[in-house]
């Protein structure tokens, strides 16, 4: 069981930076591909970024690549996403999600999910 909690989401200026974290519980957090999702208002959630469980391997969706960067300290339980240039498109609910080794980019591939946190990107 692997229980995750986001933060550091907020309301920034289009240009500007977050970083959100996502904090697991659970010893077996480092066995776990993790990604990161996003939902914008009556959109379907879609695939953002994933990382590996080791971190060597990670892969991000067009719309944000170049601009965002996931990360992961296994010591710390902790996935990392770095968002840069933001945009008023990038304006969504993320959410973090922990899946089996070789886990894709679709929702139902992931088994656990976070409660979401909101990130809103000014014009």
């Known amino acids: 069981q692997v229980q995750l909690v986001e933060s550091g989401g907020g309301l920034v200026q289009a240009g500007g930076s977050l970083r959100l974290s996502c904090a697991a519980s659970g010893r077996t957090f480092s066995s776990y591909a993790m990604g990161w999702f996003r939902q914008a208002p009556g959109k379907e959630r879609e695939f953002v970024t994933r990382i590996s469980w080791s971190g060597g391997s990670t892969y991000y969706a067009d719309s944000v690549k170049g601009r965002f960067t996931i990360s992961r300290d296994n010591a710390k339980n902790t996935v990392y996403l770095q968002m840069n240039s933001l945009k008023p498109d990038d304006t969504a609910v993320y959410y973090c999600?922990?899946?089996?080794?070789?886990?894709?980019?679709?929702?139902?591939?992931?088994?656990?999910w976070g409660q979401g946190t909101q990130v809103t990107v000014s014009s």
């Open positions: 999600a922990a899946g089996p080794t070789g886990v894709g980019y679709t929702v139902h591939e992931y088994r656990y």
